[in-house]
């Protein structure tokens, strides 16, 4: 990869900054030296990281004051030194508990994660991880991930809430959610958590104490989010919080009410519901913007991080509880607790450049994909993420061109091409698409997976042939 033609990533920033050490990816014991200043003309350094200044939120239902900085346990770290998300190989349990540590003695205590992240592995890790604190030290937040009809049966639902329980070492939870409402409408919704009682059991366990606020995380058709708040309005259940895809792209530049993040925020506000954010960097994208993009942001903050102007974006409206991060290395952890301690809100000024930005983005043929990996695993072996990975990457980089007598066409195919084979093996790549649609349904973006690999295999076929 030639790194002169790519937007700095945040692990190349902080390593600008001197916060990265030698974590190459796999090390993540320790802090790095604190001689080391940060650019820009700051004056700080790695310890100066501040233990006592996050930004907190309160949450009225309950009162409990949450980190603005959430941590989402699902790209923990493996042995292999990827995320968890990513690899075959199993969770690094030190590096978690190191990271875990970390967190809580610089203020974050939002802890969220799920039966299904990280292939299982989530939980366990994270109550291993968190269970060496006071419980009173941190709130821990879980889903009912029933996505497969076996789970729909009550029983099989109220069994994934128990084991919940037991992997997290905990005798209640503070945040649950139904997990991933809207693909499938309403009928879906209706046979996950309705007509077999469970929404009914989760409002027992809530005054119960076993569970102490009651939410749901939503994707996908928005008539399903309007039906759950037309509910809550109804007096039928309390949310006591919702969590939402929001960013600075999905608040005004993405089509229909489902990706529009300002309506979504908007409804809850109406209703003084907290919000919790999801995707506030879509999956990575807004910390690898195109050159020209990135550079203007940096223009005008020069000392922060790419990544940094979408937290505070996400931050700056007053109806968030917590923003979530899937941090799999340090730097990203110490990067985002330097911007949320404490936060400082956008400005107006700020704000339109980041609708112009989004605006701009919008332009580019990018695959709206995050790489949450729900679409996985693919029947045919297919490494779906990764495929619109690499043709994501090749666009911000100008290796995607539309005819053989572009300038630079010799250069972009080759960089497409090799770097295809590296990252993604031929066995899983688009060719091998039959079509099938199993991944669609599930896909939280709504991206038509088939049409896209269907289109990226045409392309990479002409380049081939070229």
């Known amino acids: 990869m030639d790194n002169n033609n790519i937007s700095l990533d945040r692990r190349g920033f902080i390593r600008r900054l001197g916060l990265g050490g ?21 004056s700080q350094t790695l310890s100066d990281i501040p233990t006592d200044r996050m930004t907190y939120r309160i949450n009225h239902n309950t009162g409990d004051s949450v980190s603005l900085l959430g941590y989402g346990m699902m790209r923990l ?20 508990n190191e990271l875990v540590d970390y967190a809580l003695a610089h203020g974050v205590n939002y802890f969220d994660t799920s039966p299904m ?37 009550i029983a099989e639902s109220v069994k994934m809430f128990e084991n919940s329980l037991r992997y997290l070492r905990t005798d209640y939870v503070d945040y ?13 919704l209706n046979d996950r958590f ?55 792209v999905d608040w005004h530049n993405r089509e229909g009410n489902a990706k529009r993040s300002e309506y979504l925020y908007g409804e809850l506000e109406k209703r003084n519901i907290p919000a919790v954010i999801m995707e506030p960097l879509l999956g990575g994208r807004l910390s690898h913007l195109p050159d020209h993009l990135a550079d203007t942001l940096r223009g ?26 899937g941090m799999t290395y340090m730097e990203h952890l110490q990067d985002n607790i330097i911007t949320y301690s404490p936060l400082e809100p956008c400005s107006a000024e700020e704000m339109k450049l980041l609708d112009h930005t989004a605006t701009l983005l919008d332009r580019y ?34 290796n995607v061109t539309e005819s053989a007598n572009d300038p630079g066409y010799a250069e972009a195919r080759r960089a497409y091409l090799i770097g295809y084979d590296r990252s993604v093996p031929r066995l899983r790549q688009a060719s091998h698409c039959t079509g099938c649609g199993e991944c669609e349904p599930h896909c939280p973006q709504s991206i038509k997976i088939p049409a896209r690999l269907r289109q990226i295999d045409r392309y990479v076929e002409e380049l081939k042939q070229n």
């Not at 592995?121 to 709130?139: K, V, W």
């Not at 959610?177 to 879906?188: D, S, Y």
């Not at 005008?300 to 991060?325: E, K, M, Q, Y």
């Not at 790489?371 to 043709?391: D, R, S, T, V, W």
């Open 22 to 42: 030698a974590l190459a990816g796999a090390t993540l014991a320790g802090c790095t030296p604190a001689a080391k200043k940060i650019a820009g003309g700051s």
């Open 300 to 325: 005008h903050r020069p000392d922060r991080s790419l990544a940094s102007w979408a937290f505070r974006f996400a931050g700056t409206h007053p109806g968030i509880l917590t923003v979530l991060s």
């Open 194 to 248: 309705i007509n077999n009682g469970l929404l009914g059991y989760l409002k027992k366990e809530r005054n119960g104490g076993r569970i102490r606020n009651l939410g749901f995380s939503f994707h996908g058709d928005v008539e399903v989010y309007d039906h759950l708040l037309a509910m809550h309005d109804a007096g039928d259940v309390h949310w006591d919080f919702v969590q939402i895809q929001h960013n600075y």
């Open 77 to 96: 770290p493996t042995v292999s030194g990827q995320s968890g998300r990513e690899s075959d190989s199993s969770i690094d349990q030190d590096a978690v």
């Open 176 to 188: 649950l959610l139904l997990h991933a409402v809207g693909g499938g409408g309403i009928p879906t």
């Open 117 to 153: 992240y990280c292939k299982g592995e989530s939980e366990n890790a994270t109550g291993i991880a968190l269970s060496r604190h006071p419980r009173d030290s941190y709130f821990i937040a879980t889903k009912l991930s029933n996505f497969a009809p076996s789970t729909w049966p």
């Open 365 to 398: 043929p990018l695959i709206p994909c995050t790489k949450c990996q729900y679409c996985m695993p693919c029947p045919y072996g297919l490494n779906i993420p990764a495929i619109f990975e690499h043709y994501n990457k090749c666009v911000n980089e100008g």
